[in-house]
């Protein structure tokens, strides 16, 4: 399921407008004088027709002076513009080292919805190296973040390849798909049969708690204030949750996965009306899946060393990147985020965050329904069982030896707990992974940690235990 959160400069000029003050003459005062009566001589018909001249031109008189300076001066401010305008115009296009956000490029007329993930990537060299190097970046990010999109894709077949809307619709038929699909498939598979919060075929469940997430009124619809939806995920819950509905068959020699789904869910989702709903869905693990699949494919073309996030609290960093970033800990505090603990951002690392309020009063998959003087938070994280445990206000797990997709599993199994001594107990547990959450029931925030924490996760004073 996709959830539905690097530095800006911004310089505004203002404009001065000059208003001349206003000028208050005098009251001409004459003074009269006895007329003289002159002879026009030579001399003076001479300054009439240079009076004269005066009154045609305005009054403006032009003086020659120096004339050979001023042009001079002219000519090297007019060259000085051209050079600070020239100079700004290859400014614009200079780079130098650090980040630059990498957008992909688009490589068909596919949509791809990539706005769920940000690629930070750390560029070094001179200038034309830089840009011809991003610009190599953007295309092989574009074709892979393509690739990824459309293997992962459960609601729509293309023609480069199948994918697992191929497979959902091939059901009791052996489909041919390509590595990457099949190693996403086969690890799906396996944590799916753990049954520890996560499963592939609950794509039912999450198109149901989802049409009510994304409404703008959704209190109608919740299940504690509507019984027959409540009902009805119990009973969608139950169906994707008994796994002897399903099966999926894995031949490695001929790279194929064949979906095997009972009788009985079938005539199942015919009855709910629940036919077009995917039976394979990634949902919790989705954006584990693709970071993982576009990260290796650009790591093997050289790309190392940059950082990806995403907008459901997902970060990965390369294995090649090592420059002082750190991971934020970010949890809602009076409706602001603020941060609740960092740690350093290290080669290989991941890292995975969960909240469950929401940080604005309006975003989609958060809302809070009211029922018997307890308020309960809805968000985008519910587990297997379609039920939102009310234990875990946010939480986190970090990494340097596992996986993006393990240290995500590890948080969806830490939140899938039903109480504070379980989510205890399974951070202590966790191997290779350091843990981090904030309980809904405690008055005052506090961060509790496992012992992989320490010295890992430095925790904000405001958060510690007193």
């Known amino acids: 399921m996709n959830d539905k959160e690097t530095p800006?400069?911004?310089?505004?000029?203002?404009?001065?407008?000059?208003?001349?003050?206003?000028?208050?003459?005098?009251?001409?005062?004459?003074?009269?004088?006895?007329?003289?009566?002159?002879?026009?001589?030579?001399?003076?018909?001479?300054?009439?027709?240079?009076?004269?001249?005066?009154?045609?031109?305005?009054?403006?008189?032009?003086?020659?002076?120096?004339?050979?300076?001023?042009?001079?001066?002219?000519?090297?401010?007019?060259?000085?513009?051209?050079?600070?305008?020239?100079?700004?115009?290859?400014?614009i296009g200079n780079k130098s080292e650090g980040y630059e956000t990498v957008e992909p490029d688009a490589i068909d007329s596919t949509v791809i919805y990539s706005g769920n993930l940000q690629l930070n990537y750390y560029f070094t060299g001179n200038s034309d190296e830089i840009k011809h190097k991003l610009n190599e970046l953007k295309n092989r990010y574009g074709i892979v973040i393509n690739r990824a999109y459309k293997l992962l894709d459960s609601r729509t077949e293309y023609d480069d390849?199948?994918?697992?809307?191929?497979?959902?619709?091939?059901?009791?038929?052996?489909?041919?798909?390509?590595?990457?699909?099949?190693?996403?498939?086969?690890?799906?598979?396996a944590k799916t049969l753990e049954q520890k919060g996560f499963n592939m075929f609950a794509g039912a469940l999450y198109r149901e708690w989802n049409s009510i997430l994304v409404l703008d009124e959704p209190l109608e619809y919740d299940p504690l204030n509507n019984e027959n939806e409540a009902e009805r995920i119990k009973e969608i819950s139950a169906r994707v949750n008994d796994l002897n509905n399903f099966?999926?068959?894995f031949d490695k020699d001929a790279q194929t996965v064949k979906l095997v789904v009972s009788g009985n869910y079938k005539a199942f989702v015919n009855e709910y009306e629940l036919a077009d709903a995917p039976i394979i869905d990634l949902n919790l693990l989705y954006d584990a899946y693709?970071?993982?699949?576009?990260?290796?494919?650009?790591?093997?073309?050289?790309?190392?060393?940059?950082?990806?996030?995403?907008?459901?609290?997902?970060?990965?960093?390369?294995?090649?990147h090592d420059n002082e970033a750190v991971y934020?800990?970010?949890?809602?505090?009076?409706?602001?985020?603020?941060?609740?603990?960092?740690?350093?951002?290290?080669?290989?690392?991941?890292?995975?965050?969960?909240?469950?309020?929401t940080a604005s009063e309006?975003?989609?998959?958060?809302?809070?329904?009211?029922?018997?003087?307890?308020?309960?938070?809805?968000?985008?994280?519910?587990?297997?069982?379609?039920e939102f445990n009310d234990v875990i206000l946010s939480s986190y797990t970090l990494s340097d030896t596992r996986s993006v997709v393990d240290v995500c599993y590890a948080n969806i199994v830490l939140h899938a707990k039903k109480t504070a001594?379980?989510?205890?107990?399974?951070?202590?547990?966790?191997?290779?992974?350091?843990?981090?959450?904030i309980l809904q029931a405690d008055e005052k925030p506090v961060l509790y940690t496992n012992k992989a924490a320490d010295g890992v996760i430095v925790v904000n004073p405001k958060l510690t235990a007193s």
């Open 247 to 249: 099966e999926l068959i």
């Open 8 to 91: 800006d400069l911004t310089v505004n000029p203002e404009e001065a407008k000059e208003t001349p003050d206003e000028i208050k003459e005098e009251p001409e005062i004459k003074e009269e004088k006895p007329a003289v009566v002159q002879q026009d001589g030579p001399e003076n018909k001479k300054e009439k027709k240079k009076k004269k001249k005066k009154e045609k031109t305005g009054d403006i008189e032009v003086s020659t002076k120096h004339l050979p300076l001023r042009i001079a001066a002219f000519a090297i401010a007019v060259i000085a513009a051209v050079g600070f305008i020239t100079y700004g115009v290859v400014m």
């Open 161 to 189: 390849f199948n994918n697992i809307h191929t497979i959902n619709t091939s059901i009791g038929t052996a489909v041919k798909v390509i590595p990457e699909l099949y190693d996403v498939l086969y690890d799906a598979y």
């Open 290 to 320: 693709e970071l993982k699949i576009i990260s290796e494919s650009l790591e093997k073309d050289g790309f190392d060393n940059g950082y990806f996030t995403s907008t459901n609290g997902l970060s990965l960093s390369l294995s090649a």
């Open 328 to 357: 934020d800990f970010l949890y809602v505090d009076d409706g602001t985020l603020s941060s609740a603990a960092n740690a350093k951002m290290t080669k290989g690392s991941a890292m995975s965050r969960f909240r469950t309020n």
């Open 362 to 386: 309006k975003e989609y998959f958060y809302y809070t329904v009211e029922k018997d003087g307890k308020t309960y938070l809805r968000n985008p994280f519910i587990t297997a069982d379609g």
């Open 421 to 437: 001594a379980d989510a205890a107990a399974e951070a202590e547990n966790m191997s290779g992974i350091c843990v981090a959450y």
